[in-house]
């Protein structure tokens, strides 16, 4: 359901939410090379996220990018909107061009929850939440 491109963003500002701070910026390689996705497309998306004030960046020497306290604040679904838009979570599974409760394809009321559920946890859960989960070793990002 998600795009490579949200899939990225929501690895990359996790682990910066975890290892950064405005003492410690990062600059795309850096969290590319630790996370294993490619740079060039990286710095992109983290370009559009600081446009969002998703994640917050300062240029120059020591500049780079990070999460300040206040982005750590955001949810995964504001990632997800920057990046892809949520419309995408309306969207038939097979492909169909109407899908509804009152009109549903053969997997429209398993799919349906599923959705709703992942909807749900994107919206309600915070960066700062997922990091902490991930520092901890209940999830990870990386290998």
Request: with cysteine.
């Amino acid at each position: 359901m998600l795009s490579k491109s949200s899939k990225y963003a929501i690895r990359a500002v996790l682990y910066l939410s975890i290892h950064s701070s405005e003492e410690n910026k990062y600059n795309p390689k850096e969290v590319a090379d630790s996370i294993n996705i490619p740079a060039p497309f990286l710095a992109k998306t983290l370009q559009v996220l600081t446009k969002r004030n998703l994640i917050s960046s300062t240029k120059g020497r020591n500049g780079g990018f990070y999460l300040t306290n206040e982005n750590r604040l955001n949810n995964l679904g504001s990632i997800v909107e920057s990046i892809d838009g949520l419309d995408k979570f309306n969207d038939c599974l097979l492909g169909l061009p109407i899908c509804s409760n009152e009109n549903p394809c053969p997997i429209h009321h398993v799919v349906a929850p599923l959705k709703k559920k992942l909807i749900n946890e994107l919206t309600h859960k915070t960066i700062e939440k997922l990091a902490k989960e991930v520092s901890v070793g209940k999830t990870h990002i990386f290998l």
